[in-house]
């Protein structure tokens, strides 16, 4: 059984592997599935609002940025302004992902360093959903 009795304040969680990824108030922590033992930590001290994972990706993500954990290795990348929170995250069928964020629709290929706005601007997206046909389904928040 796991425990997160260290973990204060989570946001969410994604099974990785044979891992658990829980998004927190400083960072993102990763943890056994089987023995709930701590294994990494990742983004000290950012506020990670959201993650999901993509077979072997991970992407994790806060303010203004995001993380791509893979087996190759890390990188970062950045959306929106530096008070841009991001609430979700797609991955299309040509390894671009999408976030959703507090000020709008952002894109960028999973090697990319930044993304673009991609639409929406100014619109706090809080939900993505891809289809088996690779559509992606957007949910706003408000503004229908």
């Not at 990494?40 to 992407?59: K, N, Q």
């Not at 929106?80 to 069928?93: C, E, F, K």
Request: proline share 2%; aromatic share 12%; net charge neutral.
């Amino acid at each position: 059984m796991l425990r997160f009795s260290d973990v204060r304040e989570t946001h969410d969680i994604a099974f990785w592997g044979n891992t658990v990824a829980v998004a927190h108030m400083k960072g993102l922590g990763i943890y056994d599935k089987e023995t709930g033992r701590h294994i990494a930590d990742y983004a000290p001290g950012m506020v990670c609002w959201s993650c999901a994972t993509y077979d072997s990706l991970l992407v994790a993500g806060g303010v203004g940025r995001c993380l791509v954990i893979s087996p190759q290795g890390v990188h970062e990348i950045k959306f929106g302004s530096v008070n841009d929170i991001l609430w979700a995250t797609a991955r299309l069928p040509n390894d671009t992902l999408v976030f959703a964020t507090q000020k709008g629709l952002f894109r960028a290929h999973i090697s990319d360093s930044a993304a673009t706005l991609w639409g929406y601007k100014n619109f706090c997206i809080k939900s993505l959903f891809v289809d088996n046909a690779g559509k992606l389904w957007v949910g706003k928040y408000d503004h229908g």
